[in-house]
């Protein structure tokens, strides 16, 4: 067995990268692939560029939304149309390396039992600097669960080639535009039997502008994403331990969320402010506070008998200090 490859690539303005991306696809080695390119009501020249290539090159499918959807619901929309023995994703400011689904097949053709292959990761700026992925383990085969845990802390990355009944059964996750593809890599791997790295190389670019570096109330979209991934794993019926080992890293974002927030205030409309107080607020209610340790709670300044408030008291007399003394005394930001 060879098997086909549907590559979905979900586009938004990004006219800049989308050539050298789309050259890095219709280039492989490993001819047997279908590339679904879904424009997000592009206001750039990414449309004309796609319809270009599809043009010159058969296995394109280009799809559009009408308007703009978010990443999830493009890459969903282009997952219907997914014809191949196994499917996977690359961002349209992204690229690979020319031998890398050749790579791939070769993992899932050898080892009948493995159901996701990840890429090796890799960061790239424009600059020139390459940083790879380090994951933090030595194994190179996971079994579902395994490669499931150690995601929930990035241990691997989530960036990987699965087989279609599994990515179809386990479509991307709508509840919100930001961080919902972590949700499906941990339904993804827990669904597989077998996960393994490989050698094909994908390469990631790094983006000044991106929802994670900007200073935007999308970067509290984060919550939903926490709090539906909860419910996931909930449904998936994974062990105890592996809920307990979520809902501490729920709540360590939810405080450094919170701190960044107070840090950056001044740079909310009061609006926002409110809806992401509130957005808080409620989020940490959700938390099951029996599953995080005392360390951690004292940590991040949550004194049991006080409770919510005096911690967000204390956060605040926090920042003020900060603002109060040297910044030398605060190189090291303040985490949990």
């Known amino acids: 067995m060879q098997g086909k490859i549907s590559i979905l690539v979900a586009v938004y303005n990004t006219e800049t990268y989308l050539r050298e991306c789309l050259d890095s696809l219709v280039s492989q080695t490993y001819k047997n692939l279908q590339i679904i390119c879904i424009d997000d009501a592009s206001t750039d020249d990414s449309l004309a560029i796609l319809d270009e290539y599809a043009k010159r090159d058969s296995r394109i499918l280009v799809l559009r939304n009408s308007v703009n959807s978010g990443q999830s619901k493009t ?9 191949g023995d196994f499917i996977t ?31 090796d990761f890799i ?36 960036v990987y080639v699965i087989r279609a009944d599994i ?42 502008n991106s929802i994670s570096n900007a200073i935007t109330i999308r970067r509290f979209d984060v919550f939903i994403a926490d709090l539906s991934l909860k ?9 105890h ?16 969320h919170w701190i960044f927030f107070i840090e950056n205030k001044q740079c909310f409309t009061q609006e926002e402010q409110n809806e992401i107080t509130a957005s808080f607020d409620y989020h940490v209610t959700t938390i099951d506070k029996s599953l995080i340790p005392l360390s951690q709670k004292l940590r991040t300044l949550y004194i049991p008998f006080m409770g919510i408030k005096g911690m967000k008291f204390w956060a605040i007399l926090y920042r003020k200090i900060r603002k109060a003394l040297p910044a030398v005394l605060f190189r090291k930001r303040l985490r949990f």
């Open 231 to 239: 419910k996931h794993l909930e449904d998936l019926g994974v062990t």
């Open 75 to 83: 890459r969903n929309h282009g997952l219907k149309y997914a014809d």
């Open 241 to 256: 331990e592996i809920l307990s080992i979520h809902e501490r890293l729920r709540w360590h974002s939810l405080i450094n």
């Open 89 to 119: 994703m690359v961002d349209s400011d992204d690229f690979v390396a020319t031998d890398t689904f050749e790579n791939i097949i070769n993992v899932f053709n050898n080892n009948p039992r493995t159901d996701c292959v990840l890429f």
């Open 123 to 158: 960061r790239f700026w424009d600059n020139g600097k390459t940083e790879p992925y380090t994951n933090n383990t030595d194994k190179r085969v996971f079994t579902g669960e395994e490669a499931m845990r150690l995601s929930l802390d990035w241990s691997i990355h989530g």
């Open 167 to 208: 990515h179809k059964k386990y479509p991307y996750d709508e509840s919100t535009r930001y961080t919902a593809d972590d949700i499906t890599t941990k339904q993804h791997f827990f669904s597989s039997q077998e996960v393994r790295l490989s050698n094909g190389k994908y390469f990631y670019r790094q983006r000044n």
